[in-house]
């Protein structure tokens, strides 16, 4: 089984983890929106399609993220992330996958909200609380 996740660090009074993962041939997502002193205030599960990769799952989350993140007016922003592949797609403004188009789109609408989003890679599974709640949800 693989997983990876990102945590959202808001200046704003809110952190949010998410992850993406495929377990016996199911495969979902999950977004948890936390306080900084670590209350959970939202989760967000996602079913996607059983063909559905790891990758697609993740992307997916990072979507659902971006537009919570636009939703609740939470800015600046900072999506730390394990997920180096997602990272990597992101960073190719010239990629035609589409998740990654609908990412774009989302952050084209934080910019256009005055709304702030960044990312940063960390390592997985180093005991990120926020971290091992979206894992178990997802």
């Given at each position: 089984m693989s997983k990876s996740t990102v945590l959202i660090a808001l200046?704003?009074?809110?952190?949010?983890?998410?992850?993406g993962s495929k377990r016996h041939g199911k495969v979902g997502a999950a977004v948890v929106i936390r306080n900084?002193?670590?209350?959970?205030?939202?989760?967000?599960k996602l079913k996607l399609h059983d063909v559905?990769?790891?990758?697609?799952?993740e992307m997916a989350a990072i979507d659902q993220a971006c537009q919570i993140i636009i939703a609740k007016?939470?800015?600046p922003a900072l999506i730390l992330t394990d997920s180096k592949s997602s990272l990597m797609e992101l960073s190719n403004h010239n990629s035609?996958?589409?998740?990654?188009?609908?990412?774009?789109?989302?952050l084209h609408q934080a910019k256009l909200h005055n709304i702030n989003?960044?990312?940063i890679w960390i390592r997985s599974h180093i005991g990120?609380?926020?971290?091992?709640?979206?894992?178990?949800a997802a």
């Open positions: 200046q704003k009074p809110t952190v949010s983890t998410y992850d900084p002193s670590g209350s959970t205030v939202l989760i967000k559905c990769s790891v990758f697609q799952a007016k939470f800015s035609t996958n589409h998740l990654c188009n609908n990412i774009f789109k989302s989003i960044s990312f990120i609380s926020g971290n091992e709640e979206a894992d178990l």
